[in-house]
């Protein structure tokens, strides 16, 4: 499957990106940072319209947030899975701050990769309303997804400008690269936010 390929089906492939983008980080265990640089990457080899990617990448980024925000408001057992793996006191001062600033937290946490699935996890916890939580989270995402799509288009650019010659090295490497990313920033999440759920449970 080649760039042709996606050219001609231009529709599957902008819907592949919201799809993904939709459930990175809920389903598909890849930080959002690695899956938007990827995208951005894409696009600087011809897959894809640049403008258009990151259009779907900010779609998805919002019905995700969406729908963990709804399931969180009905109490489904997949987002208590996800609070499970925080300690409760955390997740208690975490609420506490956020009760009088929560715009400001809904915004702010997009930015934090191991907490943002907090927010709407939060928002819905604290009685925000649906709309109130989106406008918070889009002022974000149309900073956060342009930014890290760039990123990805331009070190995707440079990195074919240095590595030209030695194609199937430049694509594996830079694959290589975002896993290694991907596992690493997982390992430090879990480390630094769930490693205290064990020690409060025996408190």
């Known amino acids: 499957m080649n760039a042709s390929?996606?050219?001609?089906?231009?529709?599957?492939?902008?819907?592949?990106?919201?799809?993904?983008?939709?459930?990175?980080?809920?389903?598909?265990?890849i930080p959002e940072e690695v899956m938007l640089i990827s995208i951005g990457?894409?696009?600087?080899?011809?897959?894809?319209?640049?403008?258009?990617?990151?259009?779907?990448?900010?779609?998805g980024l919002l019905m995700g947030d969406?729908?963990?925000?709804?399931?969180?408001?009905?109490?489904?057992?997949?987002?208590e899975r996800f609070k499970n793996k925080i300690s409760p006191t955390?997740?208690?001062?975490?609420?506490?701050?956020?009760?009088?600033?929560?715009?400001?937290?809904v915004f702010g946490l997009r930015f934090v990769p191991t907490l943002r699935f907090l927010s709407p996890i939060m928002a819905a916890s604290l009685g925000v309303s649906w709309r109130k939580f989106i406008w918070y989270d889009a002022l974000a995402v149309l900073i956060y997804a342009p930014i890290l799509i760039f990123f990805g288009y331009h070190f995707g650019s440079q990195l074919a400008l240095l590595l030209s010659e030695l194609r199937v090295v430049r694509h594996a490497l830079f694959v290589a690269f975002l896993i290694a990313l991907g596992v690493w920033m997982s390992v430090v999440a879990h480390r630094k936010f769930y490693r205290n759920r064990s020690e409060n449970n025996k408190e």
Request: cysteine-free; glycine content about 10%.
């Open 90 to 105: 955390r997740l208690e001062r975490y609420e506490s701050r956020a009760k009088n600033h929560l715009g400001r937290y």
């Open 41 to 59: 990457y894409l696009a600087s080899l011809g897959i894809g319209n640049p403008h258009l990617m990151t259009l779907a990448s900010i779609l």
């Open 66 to 79: 969406g729908i963990i925000f709804f399931l969180s408001l009905h109490g489904a057992r997949f987002i």
């Open 5 to 29: 390929f996606f050219f001609a089906n231009a529709w599957l492939l902008y819907l592949i990106v919201l799809t993904g983008v939709t459930l990175t980080g809920y389903l598909i265990p």
